[in-house]
Structure formats: C-alpha cells, structure tokens
C-alpha cells in the first residue's frame, strides 16, 4: 500500500514525455514496427532465434515518468525487448522486458556497467509486467490494479548513470504460457538473458567491458539469487560484479507456509498456476484437492495483479480451497510428488562466483527471515563472497509490511553497495558471522 501510494503521488505530478530510443530490430522476421504499447509487442512468433539472449524483437518505450532535458529526456531513454532464454524443460522461450539508457554521467570507476533488475511480486496477469508499469507507473486498466514500484530503485540507479535492463520473467507480459511465479529455473534464466539482450542492443554506451550487476528483492531476490548461482554453468561469459539478494524466497516449501492466510495469500494461487504450468504432472494432484472455491480463485489469480491479489484474497486460507480442509502445509507433507517439486526450487544449492549481499528484515514473517539468512549460510559453506545484512526493524504487526518495510529501509544501502562494485570497489564480506 505504502509502494502504491507512492507511485501513484509520483504519477500524479510528472507529466510524461517522449523517451526514445533506436530503432526497431526482428531477428526474427521483417516484420513491420509496431507503435510503442501495442499489444502484438507481446506475442511470441511462431520460432525463435537460435541463442539464449538473443534479441527477437524491440521498440521505443515511452517512460511515464519523465522529463524533458538538455541532452534528452531524464531519467533516460528505453527500449522495450523480446527475447529468447530457456525454460525449467529446456524448452525455448520468449521474454520480455526493458532496457533504459540513463542520461546521467557514469562517474564511477571503468565504463559504464549494467544492473539487470529482477522485479518483486507483479502478479500473473500479462497486464502487471514491470515493463509495462514502466510505461504506466499506476494502472487501473479493466478494473486491474497494477503499481510499477519498483520503479524507484530503477531511476536511483539511471540517476548514477548505471544503465539498467528489466525482465518481465517467464509468461508474464507475454501472451503464450502462466507467469512461472518463483520457479528459480526460469527466473534466473531470464535475468541472465537479459543481460545478453541488453549486451546486444545496438546504440547504448555499454561496451564489453561494463561491468554487470544484479538487484532485486522478494521474488526478484529469489531471481537473483537463482542467477547468481547459475551463471558460472548457464553464462560463464557474464561476471558479475555483485549480486543484492533481498529477501529471496529461498525455501518455497517454508515462504508457502507464512504466505497462507496473509495479506498475500494471492502468492500461494500464483505459485500453484506457475508449477502447473511448468510441472504439469501436478495437475491429477490439484484435481484430487481442489474444490470449486480453490480452482475459481486459481482461475481468477491467473489474470489478477498484486493489487488485485491484496484487494480480493487478503487473509485467503488454503484449507478453504480444498475438498477435505487440508492446507497448503499438509498436501506438501501427504504427497511427495509436491514436496519434491517444491524442493527442486530450493536456492543454495550452488555456489555463485561473484560478490553477493543478502538482506532481510528480521522481522520478516512473511519470506522469512530465517529461511533467507539460511540461504547466506548455506552460501557461505561453499564459500562463495557473502555480505549478510539482517535488517533491524520493530514489529509491524502485519507480515506484508514487515516484508515491505526492509526493501525501503535498505534500498539506499543495497543501490550503494551495487554501485560501489560496479564501479570497481572491493567488498567486505562476513561469512564469519553466518557460518551455521
């Protein structure tokens, strides 16, 4: 709420200017431009390039918040994206995104770098992809409530003159497939791809030796972590100067268990879309469970923004959607088919090469705390460069605001700590005091 308040003041008293960028490219087809929001952007062709990251196709994307200056317009200038990366069954797939030249100087150490941010929690619906909230920063289109907050650490980073590329994730503004929710697999996929399609643009100051930055929080940390981790085997090519892993939903199987009966109860409906989608043998499993509520709300939530998760299924509890009473936690237990896919999506695993900074908020009930200082530990075991950081904060009283509060609260650390490694600084990790 505070997030949407936000935007929307911000909406309010910023008119929108042009934000050009280049010209369109299909590697593709020869297919003609299409006019910058159109929604035929967002359709995947029929194939796709050949190399994970490569472009599909692009266009001007006009900033919602932005305004006129003397060597263009500010925070900058962006270009909508399509492009391939690979899904969780190594199948090909298109995603979208945005890529925004900053008018800003780079006064850091080497050329100019790139952050590739990660979103948290858009919803499922093709409507609340961060690309598009970039475009529109507060949308209530078809009675869909859809709010770009990530937004503000985007623009802090232009501000320095740290380029920046956002992924829409797998399913999520495009029109083919379920948005795959927290499926760490697609996830750091497509932050890694876009990476290479941002590399590929033609025009942009980037040269090969930028430096590359990962940042994201909630669901966006779990991708960046995910990332981090994958890129020494997925894209060895890219070193990464540091990686912020906020709040990661790191342990699905223990994040799915707060999230039941809270303010975001949603989330629990877009994870089991996204894991039908990309486990489809799940669906005898949800048949045998679900009853008409359960499967009308997983319908529902599949078009549904965050806003609309909050408005319509705040304090939802699972039981209530299956046939017998049994919650989320119990399915888990009783079939081991679930419990084996939830820990598939287990972060910590592997071990990522370059610099990480993971935060979360100690009071964070909601992706909790302590599953996420164990993904540092587990990281630090294996050791990889780790920055723990355990946001103090009181108690809110509310598990949404306690996982909100810490993104705010940090935000101006984590942008500093990125932008110090990008620009070539040393850091200072402390597994010595994360060792389990």
Same mark, same amino acid.
């Given at each position: 709420m505070l997030a949407a308040?936000l !935007?929307?003041?911000?909406?309010?008293?910023?008119q929108?200017?042009?934000?050009?960028?280049?010209e369109?490219?299909?590697?593709?087809?020869?297919?003609s431009?299409?006019?910058a *929001?159109?929604?035929? =952007?967002?359709?995947?062709?029929?194939?796709?390039?050949?190399?994970?990251?490569?472009l599909?196709?692009?266009?001007?994307?006009?900033?919602?918040?932005?305004? &006129? #200056?003397?060597d263009?317009?500010l925070? *900058?200038?962006?270009?909508?994206?399509?492009y391939?990366s690979?899904d969780?069954?190594?199948?090909?797939?298109?995603?979208t995104?945005?890529? %925004?030249?900053?008018?800003a100087k780079?006064?850091?150490?080497?050329?100019?770098?790139?952050?590739?941010?990660?979103?948290?929690?858009m919803?499922?619906g093709?409507q609340?992809?961060?690309s598009?909230?970039l475009?529109?920063?507060?949308s209530?289109e078809s009675?869909?409530?859809?709010?770009?907050?990530?937004?503000l650490?985007?623009y802090r =980073?232009l501000?320095?003159?740290?380029?920046?590329v956002v992924?829409? @994730?797998?399913?999520?503004g495009?029109?083919?497939?379920?948005h795959?929710?927290?499926n760490?697999?697609?996830a750091?996929h497509?932050v890694?791809?876009?990476v290479?399609?941002?590399?590929?643009?033609?025009?942009?100051s980037l040269?090969?030796a930028s430096?590359i930055g990962l940042? *994201?929080y909630s669901?966006?940390?779990?991708?960046?972590?995910?990332?981090a981790e994958l890129?020494p085997?997925?894209?060895?090519?890219?070193e990464l100067?540091?990686?912020?892993?906020g709040a990661p939903?790191?342990?699905?199987t223990e994040?799915?268990a707060a999230?039941d009966?809270?303010?975001?109860?949603?989330a629990l409906g877009?994870?089991?879309n996204?894991?039908?989608?990309s486990?489809?043998?799940?669906?005898p499993?949800l048949d045998? @469970?679900?009853n008409?509520?359960?499967?009308?709300?997983?319908r529902?939530l599949?078009?549904?923004?965050?806003g609309d998760?909050?408005?319509g299924y705040?304090?939802?509890r699972?039981?209530?959607?299956?046939?017998n009473?049994?919650? %989320? &936690?119990?399915?888990?237990?009783a079939?081991?088919?679930?419990?084996?896919?939830?820990?598939?999506?287990r972060? #910590?695993?592997l071990?990522?090469?370059?610099p990480?900074r !993971?935060?979360? *908020?100690t009071r964070d009930?909601l992706v909790t705390?302590?599953?996420?200082r164990?993904?540092?530990?587990?990281?630090?075991?294996?050791?990889?460069r !780790?920055t723990y950081? &355990?946001?103090?904060?009181?108690?809110?009283?509310?598990?949404?605001?306690?996982?909100?509060?810490?993104?705010?609260?940090?935000?101006?650390?984590?942008?500093n700590? !990125?932008?110090?490694?990008?620009?070539?600084?040393p850091d200072?990790?402390?597994?010595?005091?994360?060792?389990r």
């Amino acid at each position: 709420m505070l997030a949407a308040a936000l !935007v929307a003041t911000a909406g309010v008293a910023v008119q929108t200017t042009s934000a050009g960028a280049g010209e369109r490219t299909d590697a593709a087809s020869a297919a003609s431009a299409a006019t910058a *929001g159109d929604p035929d =952007f967002y359709r995947p062709p029929a194939e796709l390039p050949a190399s994970n990251g490569e472009l599909v196709r692009t266009e001007e994307l006009r900033l919602g918040l932005s305004l &006129p #200056g003397i060597d263009g317009p500010l925070p *900058g200038s962006a270009t909508r994206l399509m492009y391939r990366s690979i899904d969780s069954r190594g199948e090909p797939v298109a995603v979208t995104g945005a890529y %925004i030249e900053p008018a800003a100087k780079w006064k850091g150490g080497g050329e100019r770098p790139l952050v590739a941010l990660a979103p948290g929690t858009m919803g499922q619906g093709d409507q609340c992809a961060a690309s598009k909230a970039l475009e529109k920063p507060l949308s209530l289109e078809s009675g869909s409530v859809s709010v770009g907050y990530e937004n503000l650490a985007i623009y802090r =980073f232009l501000a320095r003159g740290v380029a920046v590329v956002v992924t829409d @994730y797998v399913g999520l503004g495009t029109t083919d497939r379920p948005h795959t929710y927290v499926n760490r697999l697609d996830a750091g996929h497509a932050v890694l791809d876009a990476v290479r399609a941002a590399r590929s643009l033609p025009d942009t100051s980037l040269t090969p030796a930028s430096r590359i930055g990962l940042y *994201g929080y909630s669901e966006g940390g779990g991708a960046t972590g995910s990332a981090a981790e994958l890129q020494p085997g997925y894209a060895p090519e890219i070193e990464l100067a540091g990686s912020y892993v906020g709040a990661p939903p790191a342990d699905l199987t223990e994040v799915l268990a707060a999230v039941d009966g809270s303010t975001l109860a949603s989330a629990l409906g877009w994870s089991i879309n996204g894991f039908l989608d990309s486990d489809p043998e799940l669906g005898p499993i949800l048949d045998k @469970y679900t009853n008409d509520k359960g499967k009308d709300a997983l319908r529902k939530l599949s078009e549904a923004c965050v806003g609309d998760g909050i408005l319509g299924y705040a304090g939802a509890r699972s039981e209530d959607w299956t046939k017998n009473g049994e919650s %989320i &936690p119990e399915i888990v237990a009783a079939e081991p088919e679930v419990a084996a896919i939830l820990d598939r999506q287990r972060i #910590g695993r592997l071990a990522p090469t370059g610099p990480v900074r !993971v935060a979360t *908020g100690t009071r964070d009930n909601l992706v909790t705390h302590e599953q996420a200082r164990t993904l540092a530990a587990d990281w630090c075991a294996k050791d990889a460069r !780790v920055t723990y950081v &355990p946001v103090q904060l009181p108690d809110a009283g509310e598990k949404l605001v306690n996982h909100f509060l810490p993104l705010i609260a940090d935000q101006g650390a984590a942008v500093n700590w !990125v932008t110090n490694r990008l620009s070539g600084e040393p850091d200072s990790p402390n597994c010595s005091t994360v060792r389990r």
